[in-house]
């Protein structure tokens, strides 16, 4: 047997039977009858019943609410299903069940700044936040926005507008003005929270002049009010007045008390989450107070196996669903690990200092941050003690099998390492982690637990080890509910239902692998198309990521000579230059490693990649530039200025 059909980890049974899957399965069995033993038994019965898997979850995970009778209506409808529709919970209610001195909140902000917040402080931060914004008028169905570091006071103030059944939206303070206000004014909400600036690389970022013109586009927010961060929360407030406030200011006249909680329909609406906007005003995804609660806790107890007491990091902004997934850890009992700043500041061991002094069990991030670790050399496991982590998770792009080789060589080899796979649409995952399967290299696991997940061919039939669309044949909880100014669901309909009829489509190119997993090979939408055969750009990212002069890639198709041809454009380690030699090893690299149909026509040499503000690299953009097309919104790139070296390229142009 060759080394590559070994698995690279492999749960021993001990570990199988002490699973929340195990214990999960015996209750299906107990309860319906049924004889299921494996994970694939219970996903096959829990996309064949949505309603009783569902039904189940809620039992099982001890929501807080009226489940009332039904659990599904209109099972045949995408859109169009309803999922438990006569039942009322409040999502603050279910995140807030734990009281105590324990803690629920671990914060670091690069190493500038620290702080410790038990149960009982959070609940007593959230009671006085209440108090102000109801004394504001909020109330059911209005919005709320903040532009906020991942700090606990952003997890206060989420926690305070969904008590109330009002609907929460975030972003990283990092945004521009347009951005901002792209996103935070099509919702019209009624109370801004913002920081007075933040720390990124070691260094202080004031943003005073921003949060003025900000605030002047948001002529809805009867209150903006500045928390406190670099110590200029007066200042800033000032600047901002009649509106402005600081957040001790806000919240003076209010003695913590118990919290209330009013409890709405499943389907209320709870989060707005925003697409990245690369190619517009970006849209508003809302989401749903009981899907949200359901999936989340699904992915935690199940597919994560996490416990009351575990101790759950996540590397991301508030400009990203995984701050939503992350958060949600409190339902389960957890401690979240709170970080904002440079994953590398003041050192590239920043991330293991913390996983070590806060004896991590969930260790999350993303594969760029992977693949840069592995570009810098380090070596973790060498330097940490990092026995507490139990599960290692990666997102944000395809984690490439050579990542999967790294982290099990340089940061630990004795623990699942799940590759997942959703996104902001569902603010939750299609495919991730199963606790008591193999991993596999490069591979996600396994479709998540009630997901009816699949690979389709362009004429719509299933296929196996074969490139298609990821798709999603039954309706699921955290489908959102609407999209924000969408009154007759057009837009939200042609975002995921007009390729196949009654069958979302996600917009990613993927395939199933012969173990059961999955492999995501790039958005769809970013497909290359050379000669008219599909190429994921993921898989060409895979091969160049390999050779260690190329920092980081992004290929797009450029319209040539009535065809589509590649081109590869590169940023290389400092001081290499792109010559005929390495110009060959890349390609060789790419031939050998995926095939001759993957290899670039042309490999360019570039400063910088464009990159969204959560990170990914937009191909799109690029494609745009290269086109002489214009990029319809620059707010949403993290570095838009890196766009001016793509356009009129001279060597694009034979």
Not at 63 to 81: F, Q, S, T, Y
Not at 177 to 206: H, T
Not at 233 to 249: C, F, I, Q, Y
Request: proline share 6%; glycine share 10%.
């Amino acid at each position: 047997m060759s080394e590559a059909e070994h698995p690279l980890y492999q749960p021993d049974a001990a570990r199988v039977a002490s699973t929340h899957i195990a214990a999960f399965i015996k209750q299906v069995n107990a309860r319906h009858g049924t004889d299921l033993h494996t994970y694939k038994d219970l996903h096959a019965w829990s996309v064949g019943d949505p309603g009783a898997f569902w039904s189940l979850v809620w039992d099982d995970c001890k929501v807080i609410g009226e489940k009332g009778e039904r659990a599904l209506i209109h099972a045949d409808k995408m859109p169009g299903a309803q999922f438990f529709p006569d039942g009322r919970l409040n999502f603050a209610e279910n995140l807030l069940r734990k009281t105590g001195g324990g803690e629920a909140m671990v914060f670091w902000g690069e190493d500038k700044a620290k702080a410790r917040v038990t149960h009982d402080e959070l609940n007593a931060l959230v009671s006085r936040l209440q108090q102000a914004l109801k004394a504001e008028g909020v109330g059911v169905g209005d919005r709320v926005a903040a532009m906020m570091p991942n700090m606990p006071q952003t997890v206060a103030i989420m926690l305070a507008v969904a008590s109330l059944g009002a609907i929460f939206s975030s972003c990283s303070p990092d945004f521009g003005e347009r951005g901002v206000l792209d996103r935070f004014g099509q919702i019209q909400p009624k109370v801004f929270f913002c920081c007075d600036g933040y720390w990124y690389n070691g260094k202080r970022v004031a943003i005073a002049d921003k949060l003025v013109q900000v605030a002047a586009g948001l002529p809805s927010a009867a209150k903006i009010v500045v928390v406190p961060y670099l110590g200029e929360a007066e200042a800033v407030a000032e600047r901002l007045a009649p509106r402005g406030a600081t957040l001790d200011s806000f919240l003076e006249a209010y003695a913590p008390t118990s919290v209330t909680f009013e409890r709405v329909p499943f389907n209320q609406p709870l989060y707005i989450c925003f697409s990245s906007g690369t190619t517009g005003v970006p849209k508003c995804i809302v989401h749903g107070v009981g899907g949200t609660l359901l999936q989340h806790m699904k992915e935690h107890r199940y597919q994560s196996d996490f416990n009351e007491g575990d101790r759950l990091f996540y590397f991301s902004t508030c400009g990203w669903m995984m701050w939503n997934w992350l958060v949600s850890g409190l339902a389960i009992g957890a401690t979240l690990c709170l970080y904002d700043g440079s994953p590398f500041a003041p050192t590239p061991a920043i991330l293991f200092d913390y996983a070590q002094a806060e004896r991590f069990t969930l260790f999350g991030t993303s594969a760029k941050y992977i693949d840069s670790l592995h570009k810098e050399g380090l070596r973790p496991c060498d330097t940490h003690d990092l026995s507490s982590v139990k599960l290692i998770t990666s997102t944000g792009s395809p984690l490439a099998a050579e990542g999967f080789d790294y982290v099990y060589d340089a940061i630990k080899g004795d623990v699942p390492l799940a590759s997942i796979s959703g996104g902001t649409d569902i603010i939750s995952c299609f495919v991730l982690g199963d606790p008591t399967s193999p991993v596999w290299r490069g591979e996600i696991q396994a479709p998540g637990l009630g997901m009816a997940v699949d690979v389709w061919s362009e004429e719509g039939r299933p296929v196996r080890e074969e490139r298609g669309e990821l798709v999603c044949t039954r309706p699921f909880p955290s489908m959102p509910v609407m999209f924000w100014n969408d009154p007759d669901g057009a837009k939200y309909h042609a975002a995921y239902f007009d390729r196949f009829p009654n069958v979302w489509c996600h917009g990613d190119f993927a395939l199933w692998t012969k173990h059961g997993g999955m492999v995501i090979l790039g958005r769809s939408d970013a497909t290359l198309n050379p000669q008219g055969v599909r190429i994921g750009t993921a898989e060409i990212y895979a091969q160049v990521e390999q050779v260690p002069e190329v920092m980081e890639s992004v290929a797009i198709g450029q319209e040539w000579d009535n065809d589509v041809r590649v081109v590869l454009f590169v940023r290389l380690r400092e001081g290499v230059t792109l010559d005929d030699a390495l110009t060959g090893r890349i390609k060789t690299q790419i031939r050998t490693g995926a095939s001759p149909r993957h290899v670039p026509a042309k490999i360019v040499q570039v400063g910088d990649i464009p990159r969204t503000r959560s990170g990914k690299i937009t191909e799109l953009a690029v494609r745009e530039v290269v086109h002489g097309r214009p990029v319809k919104n620059t707010e949403a790139l993290a570095n838009p200025e890196a766009l001016v070296e793509y356009r009129d390229l001279a060597t694009l142009q034979s």
